[in-house]
């Protein structure tokens, strides 16, 4: 049975962005909302709309049942979960499989196998994919207070089933364990429902390497390059970029060797990002996670590369092959996204809900902006703050970044607070031009910004 009706699971700019897909596709959209998101533009934009639940994501978003119910009430062929809620939650995509429904993006196995980061660190070692050196889970203070010394400080405590930056804790010396285990392992059971935490070693020089892969249900995994993902604050990416930047070829093609060897090795079907941290002082990279999904920052590589990523998507779970051999991915310029959310950078990232009483976003060659807001929008104070993904192109990296700075400086919004300045005041950094960064440098930054 061919996909004729998708049921999109999520909101905001992601929601839009699969509506859009389904329609060039020539496939009706029907958007889940809750009443929070009743007159959003996805609501308006989707050939339908049906409310799942109250504006809480506990309540509405996050509950596999009302998904479930939305997508056979709806009849809907299929279901995309953008990312995010329950995007790298293998119980929707196990429902989906049960009620006959298909669902876009990998398989329930597959899912499971990688969102455990201490599993995906142990099978892609299987591969001889090089992984940070670390430990297994850490059953005890005692026990992480040995694992430690013997990896040798500074460490990084991290939650087993963690993700989004939260349950991490840099360790710079033995007196600081404790308390930073009580934190993570805290942190973790609340955000995840699981305490598990192991330990890796620090980088503390690093760049944040990701690649795009692509895989079908024959068995052909392609990758679509990768990005650069080096600047983030609390373990969040403010800023990315494709194709990365100051790096050796020879340790890109490497890098991009072994996340198609990673996919293949476990029949990986659908769109994924395979990351990775290289460490600046020895050049060696290592593995780091996968996320079974579309990426926040998926539009730098369509935009260097014309591959419509949602779309492939889509055709994948309908059980077609790729659209691509590896020989057809071609890489054109360079292209940069900045993420601007709803928080105000001079009261520390403190989140600004609230009416939006000007948007005027840019507009002009080598410009695309992903948004879902408007005049008149009520940006609501239950989810995730991202307002617009702000991109350029350029013929080469130096033309992006004019282009960047050009539209952000051209990005008009008023009646909350954005990171529109923030922004503006990275990139204009003599280290970003230059591509000395690391996963570090924007905290380094915050305290010389002056809005």
Same mark, same amino acid.
Request: neutral net charge; glycine residues 8%.
């Given at each position: 049975?061919?996909?004729?009706?998708?049921?999109?699971?999520?909101?905001?700019?992601?929601?839009?962005?699969?509506?859009?897909?389904?329609?060039?596709?020539?496939?009706e959209?029907?958007?889940?909302?809750?009443?929070a998101?009743?007159?959003?533009?996805?609501?308006?934009?989707?050939?339908?709309?049906?409310?799942?639940g109250?504006?809480?994501?506990?309540?509405?978003? $996050?509950?596999?049942?009302?998904? %479930?119910a939305?997508?056979?009430?709806?009849?809907?062929?299929?279901?995309? =979960?953008?990312?995010?809620? $329950?995007? @790298?939650?293998?119980?929707?995509?196990?429902?989906?499989?049960?009620?006959?429904v298909?669902?876009?993006?990998?398989?329930?196995?597959?899912?499971?196998q990688?969102?455990?980061?201490?599993?995906?660190?142990?099978?892609?070692?299987?591969?001889?994919?090089?992984?940070?050196?670390?430990s297994?889970?850490?059953?005890?203070?005692?026990?992480?207070?040995?694992?430690?010394?013997? %990896?040798?400080?500074?460490?990084?405590?991290k939650?087993?089933?963690?993700?989004?930056?939260?349950?991490?804790?840099?360790?710079?010396?033995?007196?600081?364990?404790?308390?930073?285990?009580?934190m993570?392992?805290?942190?973790?059971?609340?955000?995840?429902?699981?305490?598990?935490?192991?330990?890796?070693?620090y980088?503390?020089?690093?760049?944040?390497?990701?690649?795009?892969?692509?895989g079908?249900?024959?068995?052909?995994?392609?990758?679509?390059?990768?990005?650069?993902?080096?600047?983030?604050?609390?373990?969040?990416?403010?800023v990315?970029?494709?194709?990365?930047?100051?790096? =050796?070829?020879?340790?890109?093609?490497?890098?991009?060797?072994?996340?198609?060897?990673?996919?293949?090795?476990?029949r990986?079907?659908?769109?994924?990002?395979?990351?990775?941290?290289?460490?600046?002082?020895?050049?060696?990279?290592?593995?780091?996670e996968?996320?079974t999904?579309?990426?926040?920052?998926?539009?730098?590589?369509?935009?260097?590369?014309?591959?419509?990523?949602?779309?492939?998507?889509?055709?994948?779970?309908?059980?077609?092959?790729?659209?691509?051999?590896?020989?057809?991915?071609?890489?054109?310029?360079?292209?940069?996204?900045?993420? %601007?959310?709803?928080?105000s950078?001079?009261?520390?990232?403190?989140?600004?809900?609230?009416?939006?009483?000007?948007?005027?976003?840019?507009?002009?060659?080598?410009?695309?902006?992903?948004?879902?807001?408007?005049?008149?929008?009520?940006v609501?104070?239950?989810?995730?703050?991202?307002l617009?993904?702000?991109?350029?192109?350029?013929?080469?990296r130096?033309?992006?970044?004019?282009?960047?700075?050009?539209?952000? @400086?051209?990005?008009r919004?008023n009646?909350?607070?954005?990171?529109i300045?923030?922004?503006?005041?990275?990139l204009?950094?003599?280290?970003?031009?230059?591509?000395?960064?690391?996963?570090?440098?924007? @905290?380094?930054?915050?305290?010389?910004?002056v809005?």
């Amino acid at each position: 049975m061919s996909i004729a009706r998708v049921l999109v699971a999520n909101r905001g700019e992601i929601a839009l962005r699969v509506i859009k897909a389904c329609r060039e596709l020539g496939i009706e959209s029907v958007i889940a909302v809750s009443e929070a998101d009743r007159e959003s533009l996805p609501a308006r934009t989707a050939d339908r709309a049906v409310c799942i639940g109250p504006p809480r994501s506990s309540e509405s978003y $996050l509950k596999v049942e009302a998904i %479930i119910a939305a997508a056979l009430g709806t009849k809907s062929d299929a279901v995309h =979960p953008g990312y995010g809620f $329950l995007a @790298e939650k293998p119980e929707l995509a196990e429902a989906c499989e049960k009620h006959g429904v298909k669902f876009i993006g990998p398989k329930p196995d597959s899912i499971r196998q990688m969102g455990n980061k201490l599993a995906a660190r142990a099978l892609v070692s299987e591969y001889r994919i090089p992984v940070v050196p670390g430990s297994p889970n850490v059953g005890s203070l005692k026990e992480g207070f040995a694992l430690a010394e013997s %990896i040798g400080f500074p460490v990084l405590l991290k939650a087993a089933a963690g993700g989004g930056g939260r349950g991490i804790k840099i360790v710079t010396e033995a007196s600081e364990l404790q308390r930073a285990f009580e934190m993570a392992t805290a942190e973790a059971k609340a955000a995840f429902g699981d305490a598990t935490l192991y330990i890796e070693r620090y980088l503390p020089n690093a760049r944040h390497i990701e690649v795009q892969i692509l895989g079908d249900q024959s068995g052909n995994v392609i990758h679509v390059g990768e990005r650069d993902c080096s600047l983030q604050r609390r373990y969040q990416k403010v800023v990315e970029e494709a194709l990365a930047y100051s790096i =050796p070829e020879q340790v890109r093609k490497k890098i991009r060797t072994a996340a198609v060897t990673a996919a293949k090795n476990i029949r990986y079907e659908n769109a994924g990002t395979i990351e990775f941290i290289l460490d600046q002082e020895s050049g060696k990279f290592y593995f780091l996670e996968m996320n079974t999904r579309i990426q926040v920052e998926h539009p730098v590589t369509e935009m260097i590369t014309g591959v419509d990523l949602v779309q492939e998507q889509i055709s994948i779970a309908n059980g077609q092959r790729l659209s691509y051999k590896q020989s057809d991915i071609r890489f054109s310029g360079h292209a940069i996204e900045c993420r %601007i959310t709803a928080e105000s950078p001079r009261d520390g990232f403190r989140p600004s809900p609230g009416v939006i009483t000007e948007w005027h976003p840019p507009e002009g060659e080598g410009i695309r902006v992903d948004s879902h807001c408007f005049e008149g929008y009520f940006v609501p104070p239950f989810y995730d703050s991202l307002l617009a993904k702000l991109i350029t192109h350029g013929a080469d990296r130096h033309e992006a970044m004019k282009r960047m700075g050009e539209a952000l @400086e051209s990005f008009r919004v008023n009646g909350i607070a954005t990171t529109i300045p923030f922004l503006g005041f990275l990139l204009h950094q003599q280290d970003y031009i230059s591509g000395k960064v690391n996963t570090r440098w924007v @905290e380094r930054k915050l305290e010389q910004f002056v809005p």
